[in-house]
């Protein structure tokens, strides 16, 4: 069906910058949303940014201003630039797909999870 791979997460120091990537493969026929969710330890998975289709974008108010999720539809990959970087941005990071698949010539829409990659801020 369709697979999404991430990459990029890492240790960085306070004010540092990462850049995630997601990669989705498989019978896609198209991507409807691509996001980023994040989970700290203790704490419940939340949003940090979306794009649809059709460029628009969405952000968590936490990372307004630092963060920036960008698409590149011919790759189905999605990109989240990660700026000014703080500790409390420490979190185990998830790529999302909701995706239109095709299987035996029908097509089927899909919610899909990368496997997760770390980010650690600390000095």
């Known amino acids: 069906q369709v697979q999404l791979v991430e990459s990029g997460g890492g240790l960085v120091q306070p004010g540092g910058s990462l850049r995630l990537s997601c990669a989705a493969s498989g019978n896609i026929f198209s991507i409807n949303a691509m996001g980023w969710y994040r989970q700290a330890p203790g704490k419940e998975r939340e949003l940090v940014a979306v794009i649809i289709s059709d460029g628009s974008t969405t952000y968590a108010d936490s990372v307004k201003g630092r963060f920036t999720i960008s698409r590149d539809n011919a790759k189905n990959t999605v990109y989240l630039q990660m700026n000014s970087l703080k500790p409390e941005d420490t979190a185990v990071y998830y790529c999302?797909?909701?995706?239109?698949?095709?299987?035996?010539?029908?097509?089927?829409?899909?919610?899909?999870w990368g496997q997760g990659t770390q980010v650690t801020v600390s000095s």
């Open positions: 999302n797909a909701v995706v239109v698949y095709t299987r035996n010539r029908l097509y089927y829409t899909g919610d899909y």
